[in-house]
C-alpha cells in the first residue's frame, strides 16, 4: 500500500495502537481526541496529535481533515459522539472511512451515516482466538466479506510432500491458496504452481468460505 494520509478520532486503546502502528509503517497520522491526557500520550509516535472534538464539522475541516485519504472513527463507549463524528465525516467528503461499533445495531447505525466500513475489535479478535484454539494449525485469520475470510494455516503433516495438484483444495472445499510462507524463504510465493511441493514448515495462505475451512479442518483431524 501506497503511504497514505490517516485520521484517527478517538485515542483511547484502539486509537492509540491502531496511530502508532499506522505512523511505524510510514503513513503520515493525524489523531484527534477531546481528552488531552490521551493526545499527550501519543504526540511522539504519530505525526500529529490534536485536542479536537470531532462532533463539530467546522473543527474537522479547519484541520484539513476533509482532505485525507482514510478516517477511522475509534471512539470507544461514547456511541452518540462516534456517531456523529461518523456523519460529520461523510459530510466533508473523507473517501473511505472505518468505524468502530459496539453492537450489531451501533455498526447499522454507522452505516447508514456514512461508514464505508465496520470493525468489531472485540467479536474478531475472539472468532480468530476461538478458531486457533479448535483448529491448532490455524496461524491467522482476516474476515474478508460475508461468508469469506482469508487464513492463514500451518500445513498439517498429511499435506507434506504432496503438491497443490494433489491436494486439490478448489475442487474439494472451493479453498484457493493465495500464497505460500517457507521457512526457506523469509518473503511470501503468491499464486504458487501446481506443481508446488508442500514441506514441513510450509504456512499456507488461503482464500475461501467458511465452511469450507471446516470441511478441511474436519478432514485434517480425521
Same mark, same amino acid.
Given at each position: 500500500?501506497?503511504?497514505? @494520509?490517516?485520521a484517527?478520532i ?10 502508532r502502528d499506522?505512523y511505524s509503517?510510514?503513513h503520515?497520522?493525524i489523531?484527534?481526541? #477531546? ?8 504526540r511522539h509516535?504519530? =505525526?500529529e496529535a ?11 475541516e479547519?484541520? *484539513?481533515? @476533509? ?14 459522539a =462516534? ?10 467528503g473523507? &473517501? $473511505?472511512?472505518?468505524? &468502530?461499533?459496539?453492537s450489531e445495531?451501533?455498526?447499522k447505525i454507522?452505516?447508514?451515516?456514512g ?14 482466538l ?8 490455524m ?11 482469508i487464513f ?5 503433516e498429511?499435506f ?5 495438484r494433489?491436494?486439490?483444495? #478448489?475442487?474439494?472445499? *472451493? #479453498? @484457493?491458496?493465495i500464497?505460500?510462507? =517457507?521457512?526457506? =524463504? $523469509?518473503?511470501? @510465493? ?10 514441513? /514448515? ?5 482464500? /475461501? ?11 485434517i483431524?480425521d
Amino acid at each position: 500500500m501506497r503511504t497514505a @494520509q490517516i485520521a484517527i478520532i478517538g485515542l483511547g486503546n484502539f486509537g492509540y495502537y491502531l496511530g502508532r502502528d499506522l505512523y511505524s509503517r510510514g503513513h503520515e497520522v493525524i489523531g484527534l481526541d #477531546i481528552n488531552k491526557e490521551a493526545v499527550q500520550r501519543v504526540r511522539h509516535e504519530i =505525526s500529529e496529535a490534536v485536542v479536537a472534538d470531532a462532533r463539530d464539522r467546522e473543527v474537522l475541516e479547519s484541520l *484539513g481533515i @476533509q482532505d485525507v485519504d482514510i478516517a477511522v472513527v475509534a471512539i470507544g463507549t461514547n456511541m452518540l459522539a =462516534s456517531i456523529l463524528s461518523t456523519f460529520n465525516l461523510r459530510e466533508i467528503g473523507v &473517501k $473511505k472511512i472505518y468505524a &468502530k461499533a459496539l453492537s450489531e445495531e451501533h455498526g447499522k447505525i454507522l452505516q447508514k451515516v456514512g461508514a464505508h466500513h465496520i470493525i468489531f475489535p472485540e467479536r474478531d479478535v475472539a472468532q480468530g482466538l476461538a478458531r486457533r484454539i479448535h483448529n491448532p494449525n490455524m496461524l491467522d485469520y482476516l474476515p474478508f466479506q460475508e461468508d469469506y475470510a482469508i487464513f492463514e494455516i500451518s500445513a498439517p503433516e498429511s499435506f507434506y510432500e504432496r503438491t497443490l495438484r494433489d491436494l486439490d483444495l #478448489i475442487n474439494k472445499y *472451493g #479453498i @484457493q491458496v493465495i500464497a505460500i510462507r =517457507s521457512p526457506r =524463504s $523469509k518473503t511470501l @510465493q503468491f499464486i504458487p504452481k501446481a506443481s508446488y511441493q508442500i514441506r514441513p /514448515g510450509d504456512a499456507l495462505i488461503l482464500l /475461501g468460505s467458511h465452511k469450507g475451512m471446516e470441511n478441511l479442518e474436519g478432514d485434517i483431524k480425521d
